[in-house]
């Protein structure tokens, strides 16, 4: 796969002393600290505007000390994998703009007290809004640094009371050939778009929901209203534009297991000494930056994910 260069994205590498006590002004560019005051004051909620620090752990931050720069937006918001619409990464962005993002909700079912239907604008309005900082790993080997705004998975699961036989949560896109020509145009995919988590990897405080990135709502292109965010895993995990959440005994079959079975596994956490089936998986390439840096186990949160798989 040709990875395109581009040129340097123009923010300032994260402060790299302590995880937890660094003024956000000096970690971030100043336009994007503006707009995300803005955004979560904006929310008027009370407890919305809790800051949850920048996520990029002291251990990490270590490890790839001037590495992790911000990726610039005009490049996550203009390289996007959303194969409802187009294989084409450069025209995700244009051809989303189709998706009608009002009245979005998330049909809760499966292995839970009591199925329902829960409204997006009142989970954001609901569930006090934090901020991460996360590095996004994609299978094709590029990768990016993007400031999310959200909640942790954890809540919507709290909320949604799954019974104790639950083991999986199984996650769904939105369905509409109408809207998303790729749906249309390879109609034989196993659509919908299918991820899953375990729940103890869906528990976890890094798994996120996002509803926000860069100090404003989701981009169409980028999953909104609400996409998911598992930083520790290949990009394919953090399924976009989420329309079901089902709790499951058995492991759900994912949407890449269907296409290709033998590329893809369900677990999919980022492990640079396994390569995929096609290509090794030991370096990435930031989008924006051209040079190739190595990939870290878990994708740099080892200290936070690794007991998972003890
Ligand atoms: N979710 C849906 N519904 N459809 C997709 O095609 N692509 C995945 C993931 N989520 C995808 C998806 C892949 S392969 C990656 S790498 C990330 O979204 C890319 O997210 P981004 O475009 O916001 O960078």
Redesign the pocket.
């Known amino acids: 796969m040709k990875i395109p260069f581009y040129p340097m994205a123009k923010a300032p590498a994260l402060h790299l002393s302590r995880a937890w006590d660094i003024p956000e002004s000096e970690v971030t560019l100043e336009d994007v600290y503006l707009n995300r005051r803005k955004f979560l004051e904006g929310m008027g909620h009370a407890g919305l505007a809790v800051m949850a620090g920048w996520l990029l752990p002291a251990t990490a931050r270590a490890q790839t000390s001037g590495r992790d720069l911000i990726t610039s937006e005009s490049l996550?918001g203009g390289f996007?994998?959303?194969?409802?619409f187009t294989p084409d990464k450069a025209r995700v962005r244009q051809l989303a703009k189709q998706l009608p993002l009002e009245g979005w909700s998330i049909h809760i079912k499966g292995l839970v007290q009591q199925p329902r239907v829960v409204d997006v604008a009142d989970l954001i309005r609901k569930f006090a809004q934090e901020e991460r900082v996360y590095r996004?790993r994609?299978v094709e080997t590029w990768s990016?640094v993007i400031p999310w705004t959200g909640f942790p998975l954890r809540k919507l699961i709290e909320l949604a009371q799954p019974l104790s036989q639950a083991r999986f949560v199984k996650f769904t896109?939105f369905i509409n050939p109408n809207i998303a020509p790729g749906q249309k145009d390879r109609f034989w995919e196993p659509w919908p778009?299918v991820e899953g988590l375990s729940l103890a990897e869906a528990m976890h405080d890094l798994s996120f929901m996002a509803t926000g990135m860069y100090g404003h709502s989701l981009n169409p292109?980028?999953?909104a209203p609400i996409r998911l965010v598992v930083p520790w895993k290949y990009?394919?995990k953090?399924?976009?534009?989420i329309v079901a959440m089902e709790f499951t005994r058995e492991a759900p079959r994912i949407f890449w297991q269907d296409m290709s079975p033998l590329e893809y596994d369900f677990e999919a956490n980022v492990v640079p000494q396994v390569p995929y089936a096609r290509w090794h998986q030991t370096v990435e390439t930031r989008l924006g930056e051209n040079r190739t840096v190595a990939t870290l186990l878990y994708n740099g949160y080892a200290d936070q994910v690794a007991s998972l798989y003890k």
Not at 238 to 241: A, C, E, Y
Request: charged share 10%; aromatic share 20%.
């Open positions: 996550t996007n994998n959303f194969y409802e996004l994609c990016a896109t778009y292109q980028n999953g990009g394919f953090s399924i976009k534009s």
